[in-house]
């Protein structure tokens, strides 16, 4: 029996590429627009540090509404405008980026229409229902493998997901990533996708995506705070990968009522 720590090591391609790693963030609401924040600071970090940096693609076909003010940092005057197009004019601005907005649903519906056929080495998705995380795992397992180029070359899926007070963080591998030899370690190339290894509990839910009318309605369905959290824990976790090159943890569970938080762990 191998007594050996459970330990994933990160895609050498993460670790130093010659262009910019390219993530496709899908979903901009409560997570994606806190998460696509933490991006540009991991993008400006990482190039202060000497690397190729991040490429976001931001796909999101809502439009911001005076229900998302507040939980979601829009102004006066975005209001209206596509919640893609506010957030990342917003954040090529203020850190220099070329980041690009896209008014689609990331569907298998509309791949022809997605940029570079929604091909990217990271996929993040913040999504509100159980239906989409099925098609990005449909897409990741079929479309996605067909890459022309190494820069879209397919590593990583990090689903982000809650409730009122709770929420998850999964990061799961498209395909193998090669590992290297280790007597320290008990090497993981394979990490699950959350539709596999959750796929009941998924499969239990039923999808509740009505829009809010008001900032009071919408702080019944989701906390004030769980959103912000979950997406700067779940960019600790690629902050992690990116810096040590590893992780024994692959995700977390987190109750933001009791203020507990239970790891999901490699192997």
């Not at 997605?114 to 993040?124: E, H, T, V, W």
């Amino acid at each position: 029996m191998n007594s050996l720590k459970p330990m994933h090591y990160t895609a050498n391609y993460l670790i130093n590429p010659a262009n910019p790693i390219t993530i496709n963030l899908i979903g901009a609401g409560g997570t994606g627009s806190r998460m696509l924040t933490e991006l540009a600071r991991m993008n400006h970090s990482l190039i202060a540090l000497g690397h190729a940096g991040l490429h976001v693609n931001l796909f999101d076909d809502d439009v911001v509404t005076t229900a998302n003010q507040g939980r979601q940092l829009f102004a006066d005057a975005e209001v209206g405008l596509a919640k893609a197009v506010a957030l990342i004019n917003r954040a090529n601005r203020f850190f220099g980026t070329n980041w690009k907005a896209v008014t689609e649903q990331f569907s298998t519906t509309n791949l022809k229409s997605l940029p570079n056929r929604g091909r990217a080495n990271i996929y993040i998705s913040c999504v509100d229902t159980v239906s989409a995380r099925f098609n990005i795992a449909d897409y990741l397992q079929h479309d996605a493998q067909n890459h022309d180029f190494q820069r879209s070359i397919p590593l990583y899926w990090l689903d982000i997901g809650n409730a009122q007070n709770t929420g998850q963080a999964v990061l799961s591998t498209i395909g193998e990533i090669n590992q290297p030899n280790s007597n320290l370690y008990r090497t993981v190339s394979n990490l699950p996708m959350v539709t596999d290894e959750f796929k009941k509990l998924l499969e239990e839910q039923t999808d509740n995506n009505e829009p809010s009318c008001s900032l009071a309605e919408s702080l019944e369905k989701q906390d004030l705070f769980i959103n912000s959290t979950l997406a700067n824990m779940g960019a600790s976790l690629l902050w992690k990968l990116f810096r040590e090159g590893m992780t024994a943890q692959r995700g977390f569970f987190l109750n933001l009522g009791t203020l507990r938080l239970e790891p999901v762990m490699v192997g």
